[in-house]
């Protein structure tokens, strides 16, 4: 029932691009992103809802596909402050349990 | 705004020993959320408060772990007796409503060791 996320870890340079991607077993109504720094508390990212509403930060785009339960995470133009390890949150609706992803650790390096 | 306030924010006990964590969420969030995070694993959910009525607490271990959220504001998780398997950052979130719609906030959380 936890989503599973690819890649496990990712290692890019100032100014490239990465996908992280999301899958679950399960039907789901919205997807979470979140950001989670070493030693500190995850902060939102973004909502992608059932039916293509999304709400977060600008700068931030990401997918997410209903039939394939599966949601990809664009970061581009890396920046060093992108650094930290993104979760994906995976919420079935009114009544299901809401789960975080298996993570995913990217590194930006100058 | 203040944030999701947590104490303590680190805690060491030995087995066997109870301990209690408290949380105060953003003032007018309705629900409120407990996790046990163990280092490199992604947070998993404990309980799930939507005013002081419980949502979800089918990964609390009833055994040893209790929840209470007094009139729909503060919360309190505790452990009692403690394992070794039980050390973790406890984090403590709220929202404004239920996650299909709305952000979670996350508090700073607890460091718990069990010696």
């Known amino acids: 029932q936890q989503p599973v996320q690819s890649p496990q870890a990712v290692i890019l340079r100032e100014g490239e691009d990465a996908v992280i991607n999301c899958s679950s077993s399960?039907?789901?109504?919205?997807v979470h992103w979140y950001r989670q720094k070493h030693g500190e508390a995850p902060v939102f990212l973004m909502i992608l809802l059932k039916g293509g509403e999304q709400k977060g930060h600008e700068k931030i785009s990401a997918s997410f596909n209903e039939k394939k339960q599966q949601s990809s995470l664009y970061l581009t133009a890396s920046q060093l402050s992108y650094s930290g390890t993104y979760f994906c949150g995976t919420d079935g609706g009114t009544g299901n349990q809401f789960y975080f992803g298996t993570g995913t650790s990217l590194t930006v390096i100058p | 705004e203040a944030g999701v306030a947590q104490s303590p924010r680190y805690k060491i006990i030995e087995k066997r020993q109870s301990v209690a964590f408290w949380c105060n969420p953003i003032s007018g969030h309705a629900t409120l959320y407990w996790y046990q995070q163990i280092l490199g694993q992604g947070p998993k959910l404990l309980i799930q408060f939507q005013n002081n009525g419980v949502v979800d607490d089918s990964q609390l271990p009833k055994d040893r772990f209790s929840a209470e959220r007094l009139k729909g504001v503060d919360s309190t998780l505790k452990i009692q007796p403690a394992k070794l398997e039980d050390s973790a950052v406890y984090l403590c979130?709220?929202?404004?409503?239920?996650?299909?719609?709305?952000?979670?906030?996350f508090g700073p959380g607890t460091r718990l060791t069990v010696l």
């Open positions: 399960k039907a789901l109504y919205s």
């Open positions: 979130a709220s929202s404004p409503g239920l996650p299909s719609y709305n952000e979670q906030f």
